[in-house]
């Protein structure tokens, strides 16, 4: 009997480009949507203007290996743990979360401590974010639940 | 093994990495469409075609509105195209569809096309039976609206409708576009936008009622949701239509027999080509035939006669 699928395809990482907040600066959030694409990403982008809650649920409903946290209102010590929270909730603390915008330094450590990790800020290179994003999505498939293939 | 009770239950997290499993072909896919199927082909699945930016995702932005005052559990699936040099791809479409996000009865899933032409994926016949197994009903499907061939929504959606907007030129008027020919319903978008009727008068000259059914060609306003009532109504009357008929039936075998036939035809393939590739003679008819000693057709039937073909 022909199997019904035959090959089994190298899982593409998706990732959700997000603005968890009263953050209209969208720059820098499309320059890395093209960024991730060009990297062979799939990219979900979720637009300006989102609530935590909404970006949660949009990751869920994506199955995305990551989400990147945008913001550069100076919001992100309470938006980014939030969607941490959110995901943690519905048993999706798998997901991977990476922020960035305008952070100062001494929040990083608290967002790390949330597992929210790189936190760039302007000037950043997209090569740079790329490899972190990619290195940790790497790190979390060998301890998700994810079946392997 | 996948427990499936938890994708039948509709819960959000189990559907989105069932769909995961069947977008990457995992080999865990196979037993669990298997197990899906008898739970599928229930839902009622439209399919929203038309070129890029007339629409599309607005329109089912307020689509998924009016079923959910009907209170409809609604699955999405909108396609955008994957890059054909990264591989990679910006799906944009759910932009459209923020306020849905929160709503525990709307799931809106994007997927890239992964280098299938016609305008869907690979998976995404599978990726709706696994939304149907979850008692979504309607299922809307969005095709990448790239080409003029996005015609391999008719071959998965039980109605189709075409979105089309005013001052399109010449696509309309040539009628060369593919898709022209799988609508059930025209909606002309952007009806607040200039030239709306000549559009519609273009449609008219155009369209076939082949089935005997003459599509309908409607005006919307997708950004406030203007017309997209009397839209649902015409996909409605379209589906009683084809159901008094027995076309709606004959429409799901035809997919059916497409598709099984297709399994059947990839598979043979995929056995023919190694099967040729191993014949001892493959290598050296390929030589004679670069040398002119015999040409492509002789040496076809050659290897058919090796092959046990003929
Ligand atoms: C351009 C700009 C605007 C434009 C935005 C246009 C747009 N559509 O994006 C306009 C003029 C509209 C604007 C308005 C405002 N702005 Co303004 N704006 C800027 C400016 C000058 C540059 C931002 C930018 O586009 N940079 C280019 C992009 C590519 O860089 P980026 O966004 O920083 O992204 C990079 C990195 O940060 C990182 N990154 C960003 N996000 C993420 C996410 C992840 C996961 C990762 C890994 C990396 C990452 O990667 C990117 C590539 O390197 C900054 C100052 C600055 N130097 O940053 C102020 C700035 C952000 N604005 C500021 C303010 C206050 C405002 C306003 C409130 C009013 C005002 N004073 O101008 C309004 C609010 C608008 C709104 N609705 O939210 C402040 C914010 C202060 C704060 N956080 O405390 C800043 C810092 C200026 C300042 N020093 O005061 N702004
Ligand atoms: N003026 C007007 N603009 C619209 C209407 N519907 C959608 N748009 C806009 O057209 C653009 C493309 O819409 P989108 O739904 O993404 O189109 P798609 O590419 O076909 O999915 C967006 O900027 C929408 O805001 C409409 O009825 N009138
Ligand atoms: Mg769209």
Redesign the pocket.
């Known amino acids: 009997m022909p199997k019904l699928m035959p090959k089994s395809n190298p899982r593409k990482l998706r990732i959700l480009v997000s603005k968890p907040g009263l953050d209209g600066h969208d720059r820098g959030a499309l320059i890395l949507c093209k960024a991730f694409r060009d990297a062979g990403m799939e990219v979900i982008y979720g637009g300006v203007l989102t609530t935590p809650e909404q970006v949660a649920a949009m990751a869920i409903d994506e199955d995305v290996d990551a989400v990147a946290l945008s913001l550069l209102n100076g919001a992100h010590m309470v938006a980014f743990p939030r969607v941490a929270k959110l995901l943690r909730d519905s048993n999706a603390a798998d997901i991977v979360l990476v922020g960035g915008g305008i952070i100062p330094k001494e929040d990083k450590l608290v967002l790390e401590k949330e597992g929210i990790t790189g936190n760039f800020g302007p000037g950043t290179s997209l090569g740079t974010i790329v490899k972190h994003v990619k290195d940790r999505v790497a790190k979390r498939s060998r301890t998700t639940t994810r079946p392997s293939q | 093994m996948i427990p499936i009770k938890p994708i039948l239950d509709g819960n959000k997290r189990a559907v989105s990495r069932a769909i995961s499993l069947i977008e990457d072909e995992s080999h865990y896919a196979s037993s669990l469409l298997r197990l899906l199927y008898p739970h599928t082909g229930k839902a009622f699945v439209i399919g929203i075609v038309?070129?890029?930016?007339?629409?599309?995702?607005?329109?089912?932005?307020a689509m998924v509105r009016c079923y959910r005052q009907r209170g409809a559990h609604v699955g999405v699936v909108?396609t955008d195209p994957s890059s054909p040099t990264s591989g990679g791809a910006l799906l944009?479409?759910r932009?459209?569809m923020g306020l849905h996000s929160l709503d525990s009865d709307v799931f809106i899933r994007s997927m890239a096309s992964r280098g299938q032409s016609g305008g869907l994926s690979p998976t995404t016949r599978n990726v709706v039976r696994v939304m149907d197994s979850a008692s979504m009903n309607p299922i809307i499907i969005?095709t990448v609206?790239a080409g003029q061939n996005d015609v391999s929504i008719a071959s998965v959606a039980d109605v189709v409708v075409v979105?089309l907007?005013p001052q399109m030129g010449d696509e309309v008027q040539s009628g060369k576009a593919g898709f022209m020919e799988i609508g059930d319903i025209f909606v002309v978008?952007?009806?607040?936008?200039d030239g709306a009727d000549k559009t519609i008068s273009d449609l008219r000259a155009l369209r076939s009622d082949v089935k005997g059914w003459e599509p309908p060609i409607l005006k919307?306003?997708?950004?406030?949701g203007?017309g997209i009532k009397e839209m649902l109504v015409q996909i409605e009357d379209c589906r009683q239509y084809l159901e008094k008929k027995g076309y709606f039936a004959r429409r799901r075998m035809a997919h059916l027999e497409e598709e099984l036939l297709g399994d059947i035809v990839s598979h043979w393939t995929q056995k023919l080509k190694l099967r040729a590739k191993r014949t001892s003679r493959f290598r050296a008819i390929v030589r004679e035939v670069v040398s002119r000693e015999i040409d492509p057709w002789r040496a076809s039937e050659q290897l058919y006669k090796e092959l046990d073909m003929m």
């Open positions: 038309g070129p890029p930016g007339t629409g599309k995702s607005s329109i089912i932005d909108a944009g479409d932009l459209r969005e609206g979105v907007m978008n952007k009806a607040d936008l919307t306003v997708a950004i406030g203007k």
